[in-house]
């Protein structure tokens, strides 16, 4: 049975910093690209940043310069650390793992940038 769980979300000032993980188990993670979305309140789900199995990675112009997407394949999971948050940045975050057409979704974790 395969598994993806998020977790790292909180709540944090503008400015400040988190990680998020992706732990996923049940396939050979290795061979899967990972993708993480987020979904503002009342908005589209968008593509945040990705990492495909050889570790090339892409990012969204928002978050570009500010968000680092990586994998460690030996604990099935990926990171992203996210700095300088913005109050824009506040939604939920899904992992999605995904190899051709088979991906599997997180339950989400949820980030609130406040002061």
């Known amino acids: 049975q395969v598994q993806v769980v998020e977790s790292g979300g909180g709540l944090v000032q503008p400015g400040g910093s988190l990680r998020l993980s992706c732990a996923a188990s049940g396939i050979i993670f290795s061979a899967y690209h990972v993708y993480w979305y987020r979904q503002a309140p009342e908005k589209q789900r968008e593509l945040v940043a990705s990492?495909?199995?050889?570790?090339?990675?892409n990012y969204a112009d928002a978050v570009k310069g500010r968000f680092t997407i990586s994998r460690e394949n030996a604990k099935n999971t990926v990171y992203l650390q996210m700095n300088s948050l913005k109050p824009e940045d506040t939604a939920d975050y899904y992992c999605?793992?995904?190899?051709?057409?088979?991906?599997?979704w997180g339950q989400g974790t949820q980030v609130t940038v406040s002061s």
């Open positions: 999605n793992v995904r190899r051709f057409v088979t991906g599997y």
């Open positions: 990492i495909s199995s050889g570790g090339s990675t």
